[in-house]
Structures are given as structure tokens and as C-alpha cells.
């Protein structure tokens, strides 16, 4: 979102008495946000059941609820005899406690903080962490289990606690080696919220695997604090399932591989270790393994970094995710099997796997480029003074993402020059001759396109923090001198306040902060209002607040909680539109919308597809408007033998249907557009790459031209950045239809309305409409056909959806 950079608020910054100078420190500081990742889980309304929020899905009675795992691993460690400890590594989202094991010889417990400090330290010092590990034996190595990040993937958690009281209670001379050798951490349940509910998502409906880059939720967020940027895993497998009647699963995965892994080092052991612990599940087991990279031309690659292995390859883990085949005992003994032979292969090769893994480090250091399809710059630069940055507020939280994942980041502390620009003092670079380059690199590149290097990908196909989150961190490829400071942890700015005339108080939206400082305002009882047109100096979609008790106060504490500018104006000519937040109800694929709105301060509740299913009541719980987002996987129909279910059934779909026929909604991909057909409030019919039957996943970022003077479109203009994931598009209108339609944006055109992903003929669609919204004093309705709120990545879009859900409220004067 450009917002503002077309408005230049700050260049007029003076005669609205707002001061302001080149560096951050004009801004003051608040509260640290060391830890609350690049997104925040703060405590929020779902419902993830219509059972209420303690209630716990029965499981097979092999199988252990998640309330009995705390006492089972208090029993498991009172027989360990100093082998074992666990502790509680946060929350979910929920509030359910995480747990993570360790488990090591005696002696190595009381050393576990060497242990760590090594792995640590040769990040930055690889070569004298391969010199020593070259001398002597006294080093281990640290193997991770993640167990049912799917929360109706079941067996994960079975198979560990199995591995938990194998290694406490076996004697054997296999077991006292791997304690010997290894450091062994088991995140005994990701998804506690999912394995209460029965559902694959957690609490929020966000879907854990899909949130490691991100790290939205605290989930993500404890295990890359406490076990990717604590310990460094040399080894790690994911426990996934189901397969069903089709062979058990086991990664290395297949092409195409992202360049930002240092692959070929990767590779020497990804193989071999899969093929040991695909011998050990046979033997336990008799079921047939299948290794993707060894079966398939491509289909099941590794290349998004959203995933968990994924994410940790970055680290230099030879990782793997299993998929068993179904939730049943054997299916838990074949987790068992994986991972107790994963622990043999780490003790039989621990020299060489963490060898490897420390020279995937020292590429990074010492600047050493093998990987041909990459092009690592020399830093990246992430101005924060306003004429260079689109949106200080992102920049500021990107920083701290960065330092939240191991990545050094410097400050200078003088001006500078880099690719013939000039920085201020404050400005923050990102150096690339670093043990995490690659991790750095894939966050802050722009991506690639690889639809010419595989016929098909497994999901998502490009990322990148500054396009999706709409600030600015030029590459610099030439070599720069700047004066600097490493940095710990960042403040974040905060805004400025300016009496002025007093009638009104004007507040622009330069960032998401503005949404979410109005919609408290308006939570708090105060009059809140959006110019449809020019309010002086400022675009349509202003929020403007009229002089009334107690707001001058009120305004003054909420800029220096947030990076917000506030002006005083006198009286406006401009049509106000009052601001009123509807109690909303957001059923989606993804929890991207649930959690983008929430931290915006809007008035939404995520509502699981399970409990629409199991039929939950809309309108009997008071909501007055609905948001469904999702793909045509959320649309059809999944249930499976077992009984389990990843989207709406026809139940669910009927219940859904019929509220939005007598309620206003928005609607996104191709299940809003279902829903818009079904309900006929916009006279659209809606296209989708795939044909009639089936939707393919085309994806990527291109950019879309939205028109600034319609309601949905406020603060955006042309060439705004998106990520599209099956994208749909405006294939048919009927111009006679009772409702009118009105066009809110296109897709890009041109050679660069595509910018990278995996995405055939991407310019079929160019300039064709993308998201529309009614034009029918009876009701408000409201169709993208991109979720701008995609799976929380994509923050520079949010506002998209924000101004969608004030479009709902704009009826009721």
C-alpha cells in the first residue's frame, strides 16, 4: 500500500505544525516489540467448536487427549532418572501450555547451556566450530521431533511420548548412545487447540505449517525462540499424516529447490537419512515408504520457506516432514520408528551432518557463492526516515522479525552511501556475509519466477516481507562503508500530535496503526468519521474526528502508543461517512482476515468451519455480518472415511448461504464468489485458472491499480503490490442487475504486473477486474477475487479488507 507517498503528508509536515527531522529519533519510543514476532496472537474471540472453548474431540483410545500430556510427562520424567526435562515454552493461541522435552545423558544435562552456546556460536564462527568438532568428541548433536502441527493428524504426539519413555526407561547400549551423542528436543504437541478440536488449524484457523516464515502465531513463535534460535538443529523431522491406503511419505522432496538453501550440502545427507528411517518403518511396520524426491518429477517440492522443515533448512537442518498413513496404532508405531531411527542415523554421521551444516554457515561468512541461481547482494538497506521509506511502521517491525530469527542486523550510526544513495544516521542494514544468509536473503529478496522450472508446485511460490508488507529494503550489490552498531532489539517509533484549529482532528492513514487507533476510538463511544472526497489537504478515506469531551486526551495518549499523526483542521466541506464496526463473523481457509482484522481493532470473531458444520447460529449469536474466505478447497466437501474434514460441508455451506442472504458480507476467492452466486446481491459471474471443475493453484505477487475515490480502494492507487493465490477475476456482468456493481481495482498491465511465483500466463488476466462491491442501498456486499489478507503475509493489503468492513457499516447512519 502506497500509502500516503502519493498524499506526502510529511511534505507538508511543517505548516501542520507537526515536527518532524530525517531520523527516528524525532519520533520517541514505545513499548519493545522483541517478542512479539512479525505478527501478534493476542487474546482473541474464535470458536473453534460448538461444543464451547474447553471441550476436548474424543480420540481412538490408543491415543492421548491433550489434557493428560502434562501428567504423562511429569510420570516420564520421575522415572528418568536425570535423563529428561521438559518445560512450558508458551501458549497457544487458546492459551493451552507448550511443551518441549530434552533428553540427554546425565552429564550432558548439566551441561545443555555448553551444548547451546556452541551451536550459537558457530553461526558466526563456523570454521572454529569445524576445527574443534575435527579434535574431540566432546560435542552432541541436536535432533529435533515437531509432533501433529495438524491438529487432526493425531498420531505425532503418540509416537513421540512412545519415544519419550523409550529413551527414560531402556537400558540398552542403542539407547545410551544416542543420550551420549545427541540432545534430543521434542515439541510434544504444536497444535494443542487443533488436537482439542479436531481440527488441522489452531485456534485461530491459522494453519501452523504455513506460518514458519511468518511466525504470526505463538506457536511458531515459541518453537523458532527455543529450539531454531536456541539450539540450531542439525537434524529435525515433522509428523504429519494421512496417506491413507497410498504408501507412507517421507521427504527429500522434489524440484524445484528454493536458492537460497545451500542445497548441495543439504543434499549429501537429506537421502541417506530418509533412507535409514524408511528402513526402520518397514521393519516396524511392513508399510512401504515413499521418498518424493526418488518417485515424483516435481509436485511435493521444498521451495516455499513457510513450511516447517523449510523454514529450519535455512538453519543448515537436514529436515524432513512424514506423513503416515493413517490415525491408528500402527501409524504411531511407524512415527516411533522415524524417529528412533532418525536418532541412530544422527549418532552413526554426527561428524559429518554437523560438519555440513557448519559449512553451510561459513558460505554465508565468508561470502562463498555455489549456488548459481541466486545472486547474493551485499546487504540490504531498510531506511526509516519518511523520504525514503513507503511505511515506517512495517520497517521497524521487519527489523525486529529479522533479529527475532538469528539475523544480524547493523544500524549506522553515521550518514553513508550505498548504491550511489545517501542514508541517515539510523538506518538499518542487513549485511549478507552472515551464518543465516540464506534466511536473510529469502525474506528480504523480491523472489523469482519458476513457472518454467516444474509442471506443477505444492503450494505457494514466492515471498517477500517488503513487497507483501509494502516498505522498502533496496539490495545493494556493491561493496559500502558505513559506521555502525549491531542491534539487539528495536523500539517502535511512535506519532505527533498538533492542536490546530481545533474543529476537527484529521488522521491520515499512513500505516496500519490508523485503523486500529480509529476503531478504538469508536469502541470507546467517540465520533469517528471517513471523508469520501478531499478534506483539505487530505485523500478520500481520512478519518476525521470531531472536537467532542475528552477525545483532545484521548488522541494524545494514542499517539504515543502508536505511530500515528494527528492534526487539528477547522471546519471540512468533505462528505463524512461515520464509522461503525459491525459485529462480524469470519469463516475462512486460511485465519490471514481473522487475524489482520483483530489486530486492526475491528469487531470479528473467527468461526471454524467445524462448528458452521456442526451448526453453529450466526444470527442467534448476534452477528450482524459475515466474512468467507477461502479456496475452492474450503467450498467442497472433504469429509474421508475416518470422519475427518479439513472445509465445509454441505450442512455448513446451506447455513452460510442463508445468512448472507438476509445480512451484508464480503466474500474472497473462490468461496466468496460461491457465495455471491448463491445469493445474487452482485450481478458478477466469477473466472478461475482451471476450468469448470477444478481450481489449479496458480500463485504469485503482481500488482493490481486500484481507484482511490471508491470506498473500498481508500489510500491505494496503481501498481499496488498483492499476492495472489488462485486468483479469480470478473469473467461476465450483468448490467441489469438489481444491485449495480461498482469496480474497486484491476489487475496490473504491462510487463511487470507479475513479479514472481508460479503462475502460467499471468497476463490472461491482466487489467481484468479483481474486486467489486454493490451499488444497492438495500445491502452491502463486497467480492475480491485475491484475499488481501491472505494467511496474515501480506500486511500492505489489509487495508483493503479494513476499508471493506467500514464499507458495511457505512449504512447504518
Known amino acids: 500500500m502506497k500509502r500516503s507517498r502519493s498524499f506526502r503528508l510529511w511534505a507538508g509536515a511543517l ?307 512424514l506423513e503416515i498413513k493413517f490415525a491408528d496404532q500402527e501409524s504411531i508405531n511407524a512415527d516411533f520408528a522415524a524417529c528412533y531411527g532418525a536418532l541412530e542415523y544422527a549418532v552413526a554421521n554426527k561428524p559429518q551432518l554437523m560438519k555440513n551444516q557448519f559449512e553451510i554457515y561459513k558460505r554465508g561468512v565468508q561470502g562463498i557463492d555455489v549456488e548459481k541461481d541466486v545472486d547474493f547482494p551485499y546487504a540490504y ?27 544480524t542486523v547493523t544500524q549506522a550510526s553515521a550518514s553513508f552511501t550505498a548504491g550511489g544513495v545517501n542514508y541517515p544516521t539510523g538506518t538499518f542494514i542487513v549485511p549478507m556475509n552472515q551464518g543465516l544468509r540464506g534466511l536473510a536473503n529469502t525474506m528480504l529478496w523480491e523472489g523469482e519466477d519458476v513457472t518454467k522450472l516444474a509442471n506443477k508446485m505444492y503450494d505457494i511460490s514466492a515471498y517477500s516481507f517488503p513487497l507483501l508488507n509494502g516498505f522498502d529494503a533496496p539490495a545493494v550489490q556493491a561493496v559500502f562503508q558505513a559506521d555502525t552498531q549491531n542491534v539487539a532489539d528495536v523500539n517502535l517509533p511512535v506519532g505527533s500530535y498538533s492542536e490546530g484549529a481545533g474543529v476537527n482532528y484529521a488522521l491520515p ?13 469508536v469502541k470507546e463511544g467517540f465520533r469517528v468519521y471517513r471523508s469520501k472526497d478531499m478534506a483539505g489537504i487530505y485523500p478520500a478515506g481520512t478519518f476525521i474526528i470531531p472536537v467532542q469531551k475528552g477525545v483532545d486526551q484521548r488522541l494524545k495518549e494514542l499517539v504515543g502508543q502508536h505511530l500515528i499523526q494527528v492534526s487539528g483542521i477547522g471546519a471540512t466541506k468533505a462528505t463524512l461517512q461515520p464509522v461503525l464496526l459491525k459485529k462480524t463473523a469470519v469463516v475462512e481457509e486460511d485465519g490471514g482476515t481473522y487475524m489482520a482484522m483483530k489486530e486492526l481493532g475491528f469487531d470479528v470473531t473467527a468461526i471454524s468451519y467445524q462448528a458452521v458444520n456442526q451448526g453453529y447460529d450466526l444470527e442467534k449469536n448476534g452477528f450482524e455480518a459475515l466474512v468467507l474466505s477461502g479456496s475452492q478447497g474450503l467450498w467442497t466437501d472433504s469429509y474421508d472415511a475416518s470422519g475427518t474434514t479439513w472445509s465445509l460441508d454441505a450442512r455448513g455451506i446451506a447455513s452460510l448461504i442463508d445468512f448472507a442472504r438476509s445480512h451484508d458480507y464480503i466474500g474472497a476467492g473462490y468461496a466468496g464468489a460461491q457465495l455471491s452466486e448463491e445469493t445474487s446481491k452482485l450481478g458478477v459471474v466469477m473466472g478461475h485458472i482451471g476450468g469448470d471443475e477444478y481450481q489449479t493453484a496458480e500463485n504469485g505477487i503482481c500488482t493490481v491499480d486500484v481507484r482511490s475515490q471508491d470506498p473500498i480502494g481508500y489510500g491505494y492507487g496503481k501498481d499496488e503490490t498483492v499476492f495472489a493465490f488462485k486468483p479469480l477475476w470478473v469473467a461476465a456482468i450483468n448490467h441489469q442487475h438489481k444491485g449495480g456493481m461498482a469496480v474497486s481495482a484491476s489487475y496490473g498491465t504491462g510487463a511487470d504486473m507479475y513479479k514472481a511465483g508460479f503462475w502460467n500466463q499471468p497476463q490472461q488476466i491482466a487489467g481484468a477486474y479483481a474486486v467489486v462491491h454493490d451499488e444497492n442501498p438495500d445491502y452491502d456486499a463486497v467480492l475480491f477475487g485475491i484475499v488481501p489478507t491472505f494467511r496474515y503475509y501480506n500486511h500492505a493489503t489489509n487495508g483493503l479488507m479494513a476499508n471493506a468492513m467500514y464499507y458495511l457499516g457505512y449504512d447504518r447512519k
Open 509 to 521: 492513514v499512513e500505516n496500519d496503526q490508523a485503523y486500529l487507533a480509529a476503531n478504538t476510538l
Open 15 to 321: 505548516a501542520l505544525g507537526i515536527l518532524v527531522s530525517s531520523t527516528i529519533l524525532s519520533y520517541g519510543t514505545a513499548a519493545s516489540v522483541k517478542s512479539a514476532g512479525f505478527g501478534s496472537a493476542a487474546t482473541a474471540t474464535v470458536i473453534t467448536t460448538n461444543e464451547g472453548a474447553v471441550y476436548e474431540k474424543p480420540l481412538p483410545r490408543n491415543q492421548i487427549l491433550y489434557s493428560q500430556i502434562g501428567d504423562k510427562l511429569a510420570e516420564l520424567k520421575s522415572k528418568s532418572g536425570g535423563t529428561m526435562d521438559y518445560q512450558i515454552i508458551g501458549q497457544s493461541h487458546q492459551g493451552r501450555d507448550l511443551y518441549l522435552v530434552t533428553l540427554t545423558d546425565k552429564e550432558g544435562m548439566k551441561r545443555l547451556q555448553k551444548y547451546q552456546d556452541f551451536m550459537k556460536e558457530a553461526v558466526q564462527q563456523p570454521q572454529a566450530a569445524i576445527d574443534y568438532i575435527s579434535k574431540t568428541g566432546d560435542y552432541k548433536i541436536p535432533v529435533f521431533f515437531n509432533a501433529s502441527i495438524h491438529g487432526n493428524e493425531t498420531p505425532g504426539v503418540d509416537g513421540v511420548l512412545a519415544l519419550i519413555e523409550k529413551l527414560t526407561t531402556d537400558k540398552s547400549t542403542s539407547v545410551q548412545q544416542i543420550l551420549k551423542n545427541c540432545v534430543v528436543l521434542i515439541n510434544v504437541v504444536q497444535n494443542p487447540d487443533g488436537r482439542a478440536s479436531g481440527g488441522r488449524e489452531n485456534g485461530a484457523g491459522i494453519d501452523l505449517n504455513r506460518d514458519y516464515i511468518t511466525q504470526s502465531q505463538p506457536e511458531t513463535q515459541a518453537v523458532v525462540k527455543n529450539v531454531a534460535t536456541a539450539w540450531y538443529p542439525t537434524t529435525m523431522l515433522d509428523l504429519h499424516g494421512f496417506m491413507g491406503s497410498d504408501n507412507i511419505l517421507l521427504e527429500p522432496c522434489t524440484i524445484p529447490h528454493n536458492p537460497n538453501y545451500e542445497y548441495d550440502l543439504l543434499a549429501a545427507s537429506l537421502l541417506p537419512h530418509a533412507k535409514y528411517m524408511a528402513t526402520a518403518i518397514t521393519e516396524t511396520t511392513g508399510w512401504d515408504v515413499d521418498i518424493p524426491a526418488e518417485i515424483w518429477e516435481d509436485g511435493w517440492d521444498d521451495y516455499p520457506p513457510i513450511f516447517t522443515p523449510q523454514y529450519f533448512m535455512y538453519f543448515g537442518t537436514v529436515s524432513h516432514t
Open 381 to 407: 538497506v531498510i531506511p526509516v526516515n519518511q523520504d525514503q521509506q513507503k511505511d515506517v511502521y512495517e520497517a521497524y517491525r521487519m527489523v525486529q522479525h529479522l533479529l527475532n530469527n538469528g539475523i
